[in-house]
């Protein structure tokens, strides 16, 4: 059974720093490329960033210099280091891999960044 259980979403204030976990499990993990997204209350889902099985990263051009994704495949866990925070940022954030065509999500994790 593939779970994807986040972590470290809260409360955080203009310009500062959150880093969120994304725990996998039921799937061999260092094959699978995994993804952040996020939601704001009204909008859709999109893409944060990627990376890839090999370690290459891929990021939404309006979190660029600011977040980092990595990855820990002895721990079968994905980060998202997010810095400068705006309020912009505010959403759920998903933990998300593809496995033979069929998406898996993570429960999200709230991101709340206040001025």
């Known amino acids: 059974q593939v779970q994807l259980v986040e972590s470290g979403g809260g409360l955080v204030q203009v310009g500062g720093s959150l880093g969120l976990s994304c725990a996998a499990s039921g799937f061999i993990f260092s094959i699978n490329d995994m993804n952040w997204y996020r939601q704001a209350p009204g909008k859709q889902r999109d893409l944060v960033a990627s990376i890839s099985s090999t370690g290459q990263t891929n990021y939404a051009d309006s979190v660029k210099g600011r977040f980092t994704i990595s990855r820990d495949n002895a721990k079968s866990t994905v980060y998202l280091q997010m810095n400068s925070l705006q309020p912009e940022d505010t959403a759920v954030y998903y933990c998300?891999?593809?496995?033979?065509?069929?998406?898996?999500w993570g429960q999200g994790t709230q991101v709340t960044v206040s001025s």
């Open positions: 998300h891999t593809r496995l033979r065509m069929i998406a898996n």
